[in-house]
């Protein structure tokens, strides 16, 4: 079945930019979101990409889609700390269903 | 107006107690679902409606019994639950939930701890 995979941890300093990975196995996939869980929380949607895109810009998020490589990238410009928080990668599979990723921790540095 | 509301957002139980989670959503979609989170996990696809017939069950045990009683609403009744069921439960809509591409959007959750 798919599959999707991201590292568990990133850690960036205040003010830079971070970058979480993630790669997915179904190239059927259409669909690739991305979401955002604070502590306690429910999950936010972030933004998502259509498959027939390269890249999405949305203020201080920049998505980039290699669909040769199943490889999906979300981008935060100016790092703040409340942009602490785990964000997932997700894409979708058979009707009604998404596939998570394991979710990236990122943590902010002063 | 993309908000999912659940309630209660915390909900302790023993065993042996029967307890109803409730999710609402007015942007007028008409597939309604429900996660389970576990702690430092990704939320696992519990049930789907679609147009308020359920769509999707993912082998979840009899002590959950999901129920929609009109597009708007969704519930999970809970009897008789073990201590390993302790999570957060998660509930989200879609437009139609006929395709993979409907985009889903979640609710804050209920913590729930069984005792």
């Known amino acids: 079945g798919e599959d999707v995979e991201q590292s568990l941890f990133l850690s960036v300093r205040e003010g830079d930019s971070s970058v979480i990975n993630c790669t997915y196995t179904?190239?059927?996939?259409?669909?690739l979101y991305w979401y955002k869980q604070e502590p306690g929380a429910g999950l936010q949607l972030l933004t998502y990409?259509?498959?027939?895109?390269d890249m999405k810009q949305d203020q201080r998020l920049t998505v980039l889609l290699n669909k040769k490589d199943k490889h999906l990238s979300l981008r935060i410009a100016d790092t703040q700390t409340g942009d602490s928080a785990i964000y997932f990668c997700?894409?979708?599979?058979?009707?009604?269903?998404?596939?998570f990723g394991s979710g990236t921790r990122l943590s902010i540095r002063p | 107006d993309t908000e999912v509301t659940q309630t209660p957002k915390h909900l302790v139980m023993g065993m042996t107690n029967k307890k109803s989670l409730k999710c609402e959503q007015h942007?007028?979609?008409?597939?309604m679902y429900w996660y389970k989170q576990k702690a430092k996990k990704p939320p696992e696809l519990m049930f789907v409606?679609?147009?308020?017939?359920?769509?999707i069950n993912e082998s979840v045990p009899s002590r959950f019994s999901p129920e929609c009683p009109n597009s708007s609403l969704l519930n999970l009744h809970l009897h008789a639950l073990q201590p390993e069921d302790s999570a957060l439960y998660l509930c989200?809509?879609?437009?139609?939930?006929?395709?993979?591409?409907?985009?889903?959007?979640f609710g804050p959750g209920t913590r729930l701890t069984v005792l």
């Open positions: 989200a809509s879609s437009q139609t939930g006929t395709s993979g591409t409907d985009t889903q959007y």
């Open positions: 179904d190239s059927s996939s259409t669909y």
């Open positions: 990409i259509f498959s027939n895109m």
């Open positions: 997700a894409v979708d599979s058979s009707a009604s269903k998404i596939i």
């Open positions: 942007m007028g979609h008409r597939a």
């Open positions: 409606y679609s147009y308020e017939k359920l769509s």
